[in-house]
C-alpha cells in the first residue's frame, strides 16, 4: 500500500486485488494453515504407529466422536467471537438431552416434537444467559459458570438423577447413529451425526459471514462500544448470539441422546472445555474478533484424532489428559504470539 | 434563515461533576460553525448530547424550531445528525467497507443475506469522492492512523446527514489530507449541510468556519463571525481573562550534563531508530501527530515494551532496561498519559498512592508497614506539591485530575527519580491546575530533573520545552530548540513522511 500523499505518481496503488500469496500470509489465514497441518501431521503419525488407525472402524469412530465435540465447539465459536464465553455449554447439552427424554418418554410425544424441544430449550437458556451478561451486565465467565450449574442441577432434578432411556421412541437412535450418506453410497457409512456436524457447520459459517448476525458478532467481539456509537442496539445482538448458541447446543444434545439411547443426567461436564479448546486450537482469538468455523471444525478433529490415536498406542488416560493440556497451553500461546505480531503494516 | 439546531439551558453532570451548565448553541444551514473552549470547557459533551451517545439532564434540542429527544446514535442518525468521534472508533478485525456500514448494512435476495459487493462499491465511491485511494476490503486494524481517519471521516459522510459534526478530525492527518478534508466540507455547505467542527487549530477554524461559539467550564460565552474576530479577543473568551503571560525565560541547559541518552530504538513499526539525548533539568518536548509513536519511545526506553534494537544510557554508562523495574532502579519514571488506568490506584487514598512505588523503603523488620513513615511521607509531599485533599487518608478518586497527577508525580519524586516522562501531563486537567501543574515542571527542571514532556497541545509544548524532538511514523524528524520552535516548523517536521519525501 502506498501513503495516500502519493496521489498522482501511482493512481491505483493499493487497489490491485489482494494476491493467494497476502491471503496466505494473514495471521488469521496462518493459524487456520497451521492446525490444519498439525492435523495431518498427527494423522500421519499415528498411521504409522499403528495399523488399526486408518481402518474404517476406527475412522468412523473418529468421525462420530467428534460429532458432539464439534456442534458444541461450533456454539462456543460465536459466543468467543464476541469476546465472550461460555462455560454452560456442556450441562446445557444434557439438560436438552433430558428435556427431550421428558418429551418424548415421559409424555410419549412424536419424535419431532422431541428435536424441537432439545431446541428449544437450548435457545431458551442461552437467551438467558445473554440477559444475563447485556442487560444485567454480569460477566460472560461467571454468569455462564452459574448457568452451567444451575443447569446441571436442573437435569438431575427433572430426571430425578436417573438416566431416562428412549426406548418407547424407536427412530430416535438413527438421527446420530443410522448413515443416510451409506444408503446412497453403502461404501462411505458416514454415520448421520457426521452429517448433522457437517450441516450445522455449514449453516454457522454461512451466517457467520454472509449475515447481519455474523458481521454483528465479529464487530462486537473487535469493539463493542464502536458497534453502539454505530447505532447498533449492541445488548439484543448480544443476547441473540446466546440464543443461537444456545440452539445449536440443542443440537448436541439430541446428538449424545441418540447416540447413548438415553438421557444422562449427570453427564455434561468437562464438555464445555473440550469444546473451548477446539475453538482456540482452531484460530479463534479469545480476546475476540476472529474465528472461522473451517478453523473450529479442525481444532475439534485434532481433539478426537489425539485422543483417538493415543488409546490406539496404549497410553494411558492420565497421560491424554496431560497431552490434552499441553495442545491447549501451546495453542493459547500461538494466539498470544500472533496478536503481538500483527503490527500495523499499510 | 431557520436554524436547523437549536440547544436551550443544556445541562448534563456526570458523577456530579457539571460538564455542561446551561449551555446554548445555534447552528444555521449550510454554515461551517467552530465550537472552541479549552480542554474539558464541554464542546465533546454538548456536541455528544445532540448525537445520541449522551442524555441531557435538562434543557432542550430544537430541530428545525421543533423540540426532539434524541435518545441514542441511532436516534440521531435518523434524524440526520452525523458525528466523527474524537477517538476513532472502529472495529480493527472488519473492512473499511464493514466500517462504514456497521448497523446498516445493504441485504441483498430475500434480505438475509449482506450484499458485500454493493457495500464495498459504495464505499469506493465515497473514497473516490473524498479522492482516497484505498481498498475498501482492506481490515482497517491494517491502516495507518492517519488512513483509520479517514475511514471515520468516509462512515460520517456515508450517512448524508444535513448535520456533520467533527470533533478534532484533523489530530492525526498532514496537509494533504486536510486540504482534502476541507475541500469535502466545502461541498457539504454548498448543499446545504450544517457542519459543527472542533478543533484547537486556529488556522484551520480560520481557513473554514463561517462562525464561531466559545465554551468556557461548561457554559455558553458567545457566537462571533470568525472572519472579523481577531484570534486575541477569541482566545481572551476562552481562558476568561486576558493572558498575559509573561515571556519566562527559558533557562540554558545545553551545556549541562546528559543524564539520559536513547540510541537507535527500534520497537516494531511505530518506534524507527529513534535516537536522543536528555540533559540535567532540561525539560525536552516530543512533538507528533496521533500515532506518530513518542509515547511508544518513551515506553520502549522505559522498558514498559520490548524493543527491538537500540540502546540506552543512564549517565554516560550503558543500561538493559527489559522492564520498567530496571527502568525505576535507574532512575526513571514514566507518567501515563492515562493515569486512572495506569498510575493510580484509584480506591486507596492518597499516601499509599504516593508511597506504593517505594514500598520497599517503609518497612520495619523487612515485613511489615510502617504507617507512620508512609503517612509523614505523604503528608510531606502534599505540603511541598500543594495537594489540596482534606487528608492524607482521602481516596484518590474524589480528587479533582489536577491533584490526581500531582500525586502520581509526588510517587515519582519520592522514588527518586532523576529522568522523569510526562505523557499528556494536562489532558483532563482545568485551567488553573494546569498552570501549576506547568509550575511544578519548571521547578522540578529548576532543581536538575531531567524531564520529558509528551504532548498533543502544540502550545504546551512550545510553553514549556526547552528543546522540542518531532516525530512521525515512528522516527524523529527533527529537533528544534525553544526559540526557533514554532507551531508551523513542529507540523511541517511532524508531516514529514517517509514516502512523501521520496515522491518528485
Same mark, same amino acid.
Given at each position: 500500500?502506498?501513503?495516500?500523499?502519493?496521489?498522482?505518481?501511482?493512481?491505483?496503488?493499493?487497489?490491485?486485488?489482494?494476491?493467494?500469496?497476502?491471503?496466505?500470509?494473514?495471521?488469521?489465514?496462518?493459524?487456520?494453515?497451521?492446525?490444519?497441518?498439525?492435523?495431518?501431521?498427527?494423522?500421519?503419525?499415528?498411521?504409522?504407529?499403528?495399523?488399526?488407525?486408518?481402518?474404517?472402524?476406527?475412522?468412523?469412530?473418529?468421525?462420530?466422536?467428534?460429532?458432539?465435540?464439534?456442534?458444541?465447539?461450533?456454539?462456543?465459536?460465536?459466543?468467543?467471537?464476541?469476546?465472550?464465553?461460555?462455560?454452560?455449554?456442556?450441562?446445557?447439552?444434557?439438560?436438552?438431552?433430558?428435556?427431550?427424554?421428558?418429551?418424548?418418554?415421559?409424555? $410419549?410425544?412424536?419424535?419431532?416434537?422431541?428435536?424441537?424441544?432439545?431446541?428449544?430449550? $437450548?435457545?431458551?437458556?442461552?437467551?438467558?444467559?445473554?440477559?444475563?451478561?447485556?442487560?444485567?451486565?454480569?460477566?460472560?465467565?461467571?454468569?455462564?459458570?452459574?448457568?452451567?450449574?444451575?443447569?446441571?442441577?436442573?437435569?438431575?432434578?427433572?430426571?430425578?438423577?436417573?438416566?431416562?432411556?428412549?426406548?418407547?421412541?424407536?427412530?430416535?437412535?438413527?438421527?446420530?447413529?443410522?448413515?443416510?450418506?451409506?444408503?446412497?453410497?453403502?461404501?462411505?457409512?458416514?454415520?448421520?451425526?457426521?452429517?448433522?456436524?457437517?450441516?450445522?457447520?455449514?449453516?454457522?459459517?454461512?451466517?457467520?459471514?454472509?449475515?447481519?448476525?455474523?458481521?454483528?458478532?465479529?464487530?462486537?467481539?473487535?469493539?463493542?462500544?464502536?458497534?453502539?456509537?454505530?447505532?447498533?442496539?449492541?445488548?439484543?445482538?448480544?443476547?441473540?448470539?446466546?440464543?443461537?448458541?444456545?440452539?445449536?447446543?440443542? !443440537?448436541?444434545?439430541?446428538?449424545?441422546?441418540?447416540?447413548?439411547?438415553?438421557?444422562?443426567?449427570?453427564?455434561?461436564?468437562?464438555?464445555?472445555?473440550?469444546?473451548?479448546?477446539?475453538?482456540?486450537?482452531?484460530?479463534?482469538?479469545?480476546?475476540?474478533?476472529? $474465528?472461522?468455523?473451517?478453523?473450529? !471444525?479442525?481444532?475439534?478433529?485434532?481433539?478426537?484424532?489425539?485422543?483417538?490415536?493415543?488409546?490406539?498406542?496404549?497410553?494411558?488416560?492420565?497421560?491424554?489428559?496431560?497431552?490434552?493440556?499441553?495442545?491447549?497451553?501451546?495453542?493459547?500461546?500461538?494466539?498470544?504470539?500472533?496478536?503481538?505480531?500483527?503490527?500495523?503494516?499499510? | 434563515?431557520?436554524?436547523?439546531?437549536?440547544?436551550?439551558?443544556?445541562?448534563?453532570?456526570?458523577?456530579?461533576?457539571?460538564?455542561?451548565?446551561?449551555?446554548?448553541?445555534?447552528?444555521?444551514?449550510?454554515?461551517?460553525?467552530?465550537?472552541?473552549?479549552?480542554?474539558?470547557?464541554?464542546?465533546?459533551?454538548?456536541?455528544?448530547?445532540?448525537?445520541?451517545?449522551?442524555?441531557?439532564?435538562?434543557?432542550?434540542?430544537?430541530?428545525?424550531?421543533?423540540?426532539?429527544?434524541?435518545?441514542?446514535?441511532?436516534?440521531?442518525?435518523?434524524?440526520?445528525?452525523? /458525528?466523527?468521534?474524537?477517538?476513532?472508533?472502529?472495529?480493527?478485525?472488519?473492512?473499511? #467497507?464493514?466500517?462504514?456500514?456497521?448497523?446498516?448494512?445493504?441485504?441483498?435476495?430475500?434480505?438475509?443475506?449482506?450484499?458485500?459487493?454493493?457495500?464495498?462499491?459504495?464505499?469506493?465511491?465515497?473514497?473516490?469522492?473524498?479522492?482516497?485511494?484505498?481498498?475498501?476490503?482492506?481490515?482497517?486494524?491494517?491502516?495507518?492512523?492517519?488512513?483509520?481517519?479517514?475511514?471515520?471521516?468516509?462512515?460520517?459522510?456515508?450517512?448524508?446527514?444535513?448535520?456533520?459534526?467533527?470533533?478534532?478530525?484533523?489530530?492525526?492527518?498532514?496537509?494533504?489530507?486536510?486540504?482534502?478534508?476541507?475541500?469535502?466540507?466545502?461541498?457539504?455547505?454548498?448543499?446545504?449541510?450544517?457542519?459543527?467542527?472542533?478543533?484547537?487549530?486556529?488556522?484551520?477554524?480560520?481557513?473554514?468556519?463561517?462562525?464561531?461559539?466559545?465554551?468556557?467550564?461548561?457554559?455558553?460565552?458567545?457566537?462571533?463571525?470568525?472572519?472579523?474576530?481577531?484570534?486575541?479577543?477569541?482566545?481572551?473568551?476562552?481562558?476568561?481573562?486576558?493572558?498575559?503571560? #509573561?515571556?519566562?525565560?527559558?533557562?540554558?541547559?545545553?551545556?549541562?550534563?546528559?543524564?539520559?541518552?536513547?540510541?537507535?530504538?527500534?520497537?516494531?513499526?511505530?518506534?524507527?531508530?529513534?535516537?536522543?539525548?536528555?540533559?540535567?533539568?532540561?525539560?525536552?518536548?516530543?512533538?507528533?501527530?496521533?500515532?506518530?509513536?513518542?509515547?511508544?519511545?518513551?515506553?520502549?526506553?522505559?522498558?514498559?515494551?520490548?524493543?527491538?534494537?537500540?540502546?540506552?544510557?543512564?549517565?554516560?554508562?550503558?543500561?538493559?532496561?527489559?522492564?520498567?523495574?530496571?527502568?525505576?532502579?535507574?532512575?526513571?519514571?514514566?507518567?501515563?498519559?492515562?493515569?486512572?488506568?495506569?498510575?493510580?490506584?484509584?480506591?486507596?487514598?492518597?499516601?499509599?498512592?504516593?508511597?506504593?512505588?517505594?514500598?520497599?523503603?517503609?518497612?520495619?523488620?523487612?515485613?511489615?508497614?510502617?504507617?507512620?513513615?508512609?503517612?509523614?511521607?505523604?503528608?510531606?509531599?502534599?505540603?511541598?506539591?500543594? /495537594?489540596?485533599?482534606?487528608?492524607?487518608?482521602?481516596?484518590?478518586?474524589?480528587?479533582?485530575?489536577?491533584?490526581?497527577?500531582?500525586?502520581?508525580?509526588?510517587?515519582?519524586?519520592?522514588?527518586?527519580?532523576?529522568?522523569?516522562?510526562?505523557?499528556?501531563?494536562?489532558?483532563?486537567?482545568?485551567?488553573?491546575?494546569?498552570?501549576?501543574?506547568?509550575?511544578?515542571?519548571?521547578?522540578?527542571?529548576?532543581?536538575?530533573?531531567?524531564?520529558?514532556?509528551?504532548?498533543?497541545?502544540?502550545?504546551?509544548?512550545?510553553?514549556?520545552?526547552?528543546?522540542?524532538?518531532?516525530?512521525?511514523?515512528?522516527?524523529?524528524?527533527?529537533?528544534?530548540?525553544?526559540?526557533?520552535?514554532?507551531?508551523?516548523?513542529?507540523?511541517?517536521?511532524?508531516?514529514?513522511?517517509?514516502?512523501?519525501?521520496?515522491?518528485?
Amino acid at each position: 500500500m502506498t501513503t495516500p500523499t502519493v496521489t498522482t505518481a501511482a493512481p491505483a496503488a493499493g487497489f490491485s486485488p489482494k494476491t493467494l500469496k497476502d491471503r496466505l500470509f494473514r495471521p488469521a489465514t496462518r493459524q487456520k494453515l497451521l492446525a490444519f497441518a498439525s492435523l495431518v501431521a498427527l494423522m500421519v503419525f499415528f498411521s504409522f504407529a499403528s495399523p488399526q488407525f486408518l481402518q474404517a472402524d476406527n475412522l468412523v469412530g473418529i468421525l462420530q466422536s467428534t460429532a458432539v465435540n464439534g456442534v458444541l465447539a461450533i456454539a462456543c465459536t460465536f459466543v468467543i467471537i464476541t469476546s465472550g464465553i461460555d462455560l454452560s455449554v456442556g450441562t446445557l447439552m444434557t439438560f436438552c438431552a433430558v428435556m427431550t427424554g421428558v418429551v418424548l418418554t415421559y409424555m $410419549g410425544m412424536p419424535l419431532w416434537l422431541g428435536i424441537c424441544a432439545a431446541i428449544f430449550f $437450548g435457545a431458551l437458556s442461552g437467551f438467558v444467559s445473554g440477559l444475563l451478561i447485556a442487560k444485567l451486565k454480569i460477566p460472560p465467565f461467571i454468569a455462564t459458570l452459574g448457568m452451567m450449574m444451575l443447569l446441571k442441577g436442573l437435569s438431575l432434578v427433572i430426571s430425578g438423577t436417573k438416566p431416562i432411556y428412549f426406548n418407547d421412541t424407536p427412530g430416535f437412535t438413527a438421527i446420530s447413529q443410522d448413515s443416510l450418506i451409506g444408503d446412497i453410497v453403502p461404501s462411505l457409512p458416514i454415520p448421520n451425526a457426521v452429517l448433522i456436524l457437517f450441516l450445522v457447520a455449514v449453516a454457522a459459517s454461512i451466517v457467520l459471514n454472509r449475515t447481519i448476525l455474523g458481521r454483528y458478532t465479529f464487530a462486537l467481539g473487535s469493539n463493542e462500544e464502536a458497534v453502539r456509537l454505530s447505532g447498533v442496539n449492541t445488548d439484543f445482538w448480544k443476547i441473540v448470539v446466546y440464543t443461537v448458541s444456545g440452539g445449536i447446543c440443542g !443440537i448436541a444434545g439430541l446428538l449424545i441422546a441418540s447416540r447413548l439411547n438415553s438421557a444422562q443426567p449427570a453427564l455434561g461436564q468437562g464438555y464445555e472445555l473440550d469444546a473451548i479448546a477446539a475453538v482456540v486450537i482452531g484460530g479463534t482469538s479469545l480476546s475476540g474478533g476472529t $474465528g472461522t468455523i473451517v478453523g473450529t !471444525i479442525i481444532g475439534a478433529f485434532i481433539m478426537s484424532v489425539l485422543t483417538n490415536g493415543l488409546r490406539i498406542l496404549s497410553v494411558a488416560q492420565e497421560w491424554q489428559t496431560v497431552v490434552t493440556g499441553v495442545i491447549i497451553i501451546l495453542a493459547v500461546y500461538a494466539d498470544i504470539l500472533r496478536r503481538r505480531s500483527g503490527s500495523k503494516v499499510h | 434563515m431557520q436554524p436547523i439546531v437549536t440547544i436551550r439551558d443544556l445541562s448534563k453532570s456526570f458523577a456530579g461533576v457539571r460538564a455542561l451548565d446551561r449551555a446554548q448553541f445555534e447552528l444555521l444551514p449550510g454554515e461551517v460553525h467552530a465550537l472552541m473552549g479549552e480542554n474539558g470547557a464541554g464542546k465533546s459533551t454538548l456536541m455528544k448530547v445532540l448525537a445520541g451517545v449522551y442524555r441531557k439532564d435538562s434543557g432542550e434540542v430544537l430541530l428545525d424550531g421543533q423540540p426532539v429527544d434524541i435518545e441514542s446514535p441511532r436516534a440521531a442518525q435518523a434524524l440526520g445528525i452525523g /458525528i466523527i468521534h474524537q477517538e476513532l472508533n472502529l472495529m480493527n478485525h472488519l473492512s473499511a #467497507a464493514q466500517n462504514i456500514f456497521i448497523g446498516r448494512e445493504p441485504r441483498g435476495r430475500f434480505g438475509l443475506f449482506i450484499d458485500e459487493e454493493a457495500m464495498c462499491c459504495e464505499a469506493q465511491l465515497i473514497f473516490d469522492r473524498m479522492n482516497l485511494k484505498l481498498d475498501p476490503r482492506t481490515p482497517v486494524g491494517e491502516l495507518t492512523v492517519a488512513r483509520q481517519q479517514m475511514v471515520e471521516i468516509a462512515k460520517a459522510l456515508s450517512f448524508e446527514s444535513r448535520v456533520l459534526i467533527m470533533d478534532e478530525p484533523t489530530a492525526a492527518l498532514n496537509n494533504e489530507e486536510v486540504a482534502d478534508l476541507f475541500r469535502i466540507i466545502a461541498r457539504l455547505r454548498s448543499r446545504g449541510v450544517a457542519v459543527v467542527y472542533i478543533s484547537h487549530k486556529m488556522d484551520e477554524l480560520k481557513r473554514i468556519a463561517d462562525r464561531v461559539t466559545v465554551m468556557r467550564d461548561g457554559q455558553y460565552i458567545a457566537t462571533v463571525p470568525m472572519a472579523t474576530t481577531p484570534m486575541d479577543t477569541l482566545i481572551a473568551m476562552m481562558v476568561g481573562r486576558q493572558l498575559a503571560e #509573561a515571556e519566562h525565560e527559558m533557562p540554558d541547559t545545553s551545556a549541562n550534563e546528559v543524564v539520559l541518552e536513547a540510541r537507535g530504538i527500534c520497537r516494531g513499526t511505530m518506534v524507527r531508530d529513534a535516537s536522543f539525548v536528555l540533559r540535567r533539568g532540561e525539560i525536552l518536548g516530543f512533538a507528533g501527530l496521533m500515532g506518530a509513536g513518542r509515547t511508544e519511545l518513551a515506553r520502549a526506553v522505559f522498558g514498559a515494551d520490548r524493543i527491538d534494537a537500540g540502546e540506552v544510557f543512564v549517565n554516560g554508562q550503558k543500561v538493559v532496561i527489559g522492564s520498567p523495574e530496571d527502568a525505576v532502579a535507574n532512575g526513571i519514571g514514566y507518567l501515563s498519559e492515562d493515569r486512572k488506568h495506569f498510575g493510580l490506584a484509584t480506591g486507596m487514598d492518597v499516601e499509599t498512592n504516593i508511597a506504593l512505588a517505594s514500598m520497599k523503603s517503609f518497612l520495619s523488620m523487612g515485613f511489615f508497614i510502617d504507617r507512620a513513615a508512609v503517612e509523614s511521607a505523604g503528608e510531606r509531599y502534599v505540603r511541598q506539591l500543594g /495537594i489540596k485533599t482534606p487528608s492524607v487518608r482521602q481516596q484518590v478518586r474524589l480528587l479533582s485530575g489536577g491533584n490526581q497527577q500531582k500525586i502520581v508525580i509526588a510517587k515519582w519524586l519520592l522514588r527518586d527519580c532523576k529522568v522523569l516522562f510526562f505523557d499528556e501531563p494536562t489532558r483532563g486537567i482545568d485551567v488553573g491546575a494546569k498552570a501549576e501543574i506547568y509550575r511544578l515542571l519548571n521547578e522540578l527542571a529548576a532543581q536538575g530533573k531531567a524531564i520529558v514532556i509528551i504532548s498533543s497541545e502544540l502550545p504546551e509544548v512550545l510553553r514549556m520545552s526547552h528543546r522540542v524532538l518531532v516525530m512521525c511514523e515512528g522516527r524523529i524528524t527533527g529537533e528544534l530548540a525553544a526559540r526557533e520552535a514554532s507551531q508551523e516548523k513542529i507540523m511541517q517536521l511532524a508531516t514529514r513522511r517517509e514516502t512523501a519525501d521520496a515522491a518528485p
